[in-house]
Nanobody, 122 residues
């Protein structure tokens, strides 16, 4: 059984920072791509950052480029999302997703965490 658990969300002021963590258990972590998604009220799910299995390649949505950094520590079975210069429009529930199969990206089948709330006050 694969389980992902996000942590690190909270309430911050505009311009603040947060570091989200995604701890994986129940399977091999290092061979799978990981992504961070978010969903704001009334909006569609958005893929904000993704990282390949080794951590050497990353892709960001334009909305967060230059402000968010995705990383992973395969020895700890954990992925991270460092967020700086936060804006009110970053307010959303953030979800971690691990691809179900090696060589699949995170837009395909995968396993999801339950999400962590990030709220940025204006």
């Amino acid at each position: 059984q694969v389980q992902l658990e996000e942590s690190g969300g909270g309430l911050v002021q505009t311009g603040g920072s947060l570091r989200l963590s995604c701890a994986a258990a129940g399977g091999v972590f290092s061979v799978y791509a990981v992504g961070w998604f978010r969903q704001a009220p009334g909006k569609e799910l958005e893929l904000v950052a993704q990282i390949n299995s080794s951590g050497g390649r990353t892709i960001y949505a334009d909305s967060v480029k230059g402000r968010f950094t995705i990383s992973r520590d395969n020895a700890k079975n954990t992925a991270y999302l460092q967020m700086v210069s936060l804006k009110p429009e970053d307010t959303a529930v953030y979800y971690c997703k691990r691809a179900k199969y090696s060589n699949y990206d995170v837009e395909g089948p995968g396993y999801w965490g339950q999400g962590t709330q990030v709220t940025v006050s204006s």
